[in-house]
């Protein structure tokens, strides 16, 4: 079974500065994909930015990268200049092959004026 | 694009009692999933769908959960009777084909809002 592991319960930042959150997993898989989701407190999972296991550079959407590792199995997300808003809950997962996705438990970002 | 709607939003039903979730995948979408999520963790999938198919449900509490999607769009998951420990949040998720993650580019699942299931 895929394991996700999200290390950070909970990461503080002050607006405007970079976070970087961790995220290693666990596939013998060679075909997979990574994804990183955002939680408000509305309970919605909104997608934020996706990586697959084949893409050679790593994925980028405005503010958001990915920092992929594909030896060390880790998928860290970067956010650039924090926002307010981006005070969330954030989960890692991953998908190999034809599986559905596994997530990790997560990780609590405050962002602080 | 409409994204994926759920409903009810909230529920609140006492032990033993039964309960139906509605979900509407994004238009053209053929694959639907069922996801729990419990307070502080990340969702669980109950049950995949492709099309009307059941391609997952290994993690479906089959003796009182339920899900169909007959007509290969919307889907109800069911409950019944529902215990305590199902209270939760209920997300539907949808994708637009079953491919294989990682090859077939940004296959990515939407998700709805939820329904929050509170069990007394």
């Known amino acids: 079974a895929q394991k996700i592991t999200q290390t950070q319960p909970g990461m503080f930042v002050q607006e405007k500065e970079a976070v970087t959150l961790d995220c290693t997993y666990d596939?013998?898989?060679?075909?997979?994909?990574l994804f990183w989701y955002k939680q408000p407190s509305s309970g919605e999972m909104i997608f934020l930015i996706y990586?697959?296991?084949?893409?050679?550079q790593n994925a980028t959407e405005g503010r958001y990268s990915l920092n992929f590792q594909k030896a060390r199995k880790s998928a860290n997300l970067v956010i650039s200049a924090s926002q307010l808003g981006d005070s969330a809950m954030y989960f890692c997962?991953?998908?190999?092959?034809?599986?559905?996705?596994?997530f990790g438990k997560g990780t609590m970002l405050l962002v602080s004026p | 694009e409409a994204g994926v709607a759920q409903s009810p939003r909230y529920k609140i039903i006492e032990k033993r009692q039964s309960v139906a979730f509605w979900c509407n995948p994004i238009s053209g979408h053929a694959t639907l999933y069922w996801y729990q999520q419990i307070l502080g963790q990340g969702p669980k999938l109950l049950i995949q769908?492709?099309?009307?198919?059941?391609?997952?449900d290994s993690q479906l509490p089959k003796d009182r959960f339920s899900a169909e999607r007959l007509k290969g769009v919307d889907s109800t998951l069911k409950i019944q009777p529902a215990k305590l420990e199902d209270s939760a949040v209920y997300l539907c998720?949808?994708?637009?084909?079953?491919?294989?993650?990682?090859?077939?580019?940004?296959?990515?699942?939407?998700f709805g809002p939820g329904t929050r299931l509170l069990v007394l």
């Open positions: 997962a991953a998908a190999p092959g034809y599986s559905t996705l596994t």
């Open positions: 998720a949808s994708r637009k084909t079953g491919g294989i993650f990682g090859r077939e580019g940004q296959e990515t699942q939407y």
């Open positions: 990586q697959g296991s084949y893409d050679e």
């Open positions: 596939t013998s898989d060679q075909s997979y994909g």
């Open positions: 769908f492709q099309n009307n198919s059941v391609v997952d």
